[in-house]
């Protein structure tokens, strides 16, 4: 994350725009953070796009947007199960180009979603990092700052950053002590006073 991802798909797809070739632009409609009508990035750069479920769905639910595309942006893949399908079917059988952003892994360095899977396919792949947050150097990694342990979480820098490989291991030991702490506090406790019934002296 933050590595500049959207707004380099932004780029690429306003490019072939002024180009003259007709774009769409599709994101996952769980990603509601700018409303559902447009892509935003970080810098603030913002276009126009569909929202959809599933991308089967901005095939069948506006065929003739999709009909009419050369290009097709995606943007935040990894929400996406059918990602790998539709870009094999759109790329072979409808001659469509697709421009492709996503995360390939998430905030526990695990894979993330299927947009591994079209490296064998893909014409190109471009991966981006950012700055780590903490120390300047390269961040292939993203540190989430919450204790929500689900996949899927959506959120900006108020949930997120960028880290490098040491302040991520770091970090993460840093979540996994305080997180045994809170446990700790939260298991009952037993009075050191007490005697165990194993030890209790019947005394006639």
């Keep these: 994350m933050f590595a500049g991802k ?3 798909l932004l780029q690429r ?14 994101k996952s ?8 009508g447009c892509i935003v990035s970080h810098s603030g750069k913002k276009m126009h796009c569909a929202a959809v479920a599933s991308l089967s769905d901005f095939k069948s639910n506006k065929p003739e947007l999709y009909a009419q595309a050369e290009i097709i942006g995606i943007d935040e893949a990894q929400f996406f199960d059918d990602l790998l399908s539709f870009c094999q079917s759109a790329a072979d059988w ?11 892994g998430d905030f ?3 894979r993330f979603g299927s ?6 396919l893909a014409d190109s792949v471009t991966k981006l990092s950012s700055r780590c947050e903490i ?11 919450t204790d929500d342990r689900r996949k899927e ?8 950053m960028p880290v490098c490989r040491k302040h991520y291991v770091n970090g993460q030991f840093a979540m996994e002590a305080a997180r045994s702490v809170v446990l700790e506090s939260h298991s009952p406790q037993r009075d050191p006073c007490s005697s165990s019934p194993e030890r209790k002296l019947a005394i006639g």
Aim: aromatic share 6%.
């Design 135 to 145: 120390c300047g150097r390269a961040a292939a990694f993203t540190f989430r700052k």
């Design 29 to 36: 409609d769980k990603d509601t953070r700018y409303g559902l």
């Design 153 to 160: 979480v959506i959120g900006g820098a108020d949930i997120y």
């Design 94 to 104: 409808d001659g469509k180009t697709l421009i492709v952003a996503g995360l390939d």
């Design 6 to 8: 959207t707004t380099v």
């Design 108 to 110: 526990l360095r695990q």
């Design 115 to 120: 947009a591994l899977d079209l490296v064998p």
């Design 13 to 26: 797809i306003q490019a072939e725009a002024d180009a003259g070739r007709r774009v769409a632009l599709v």
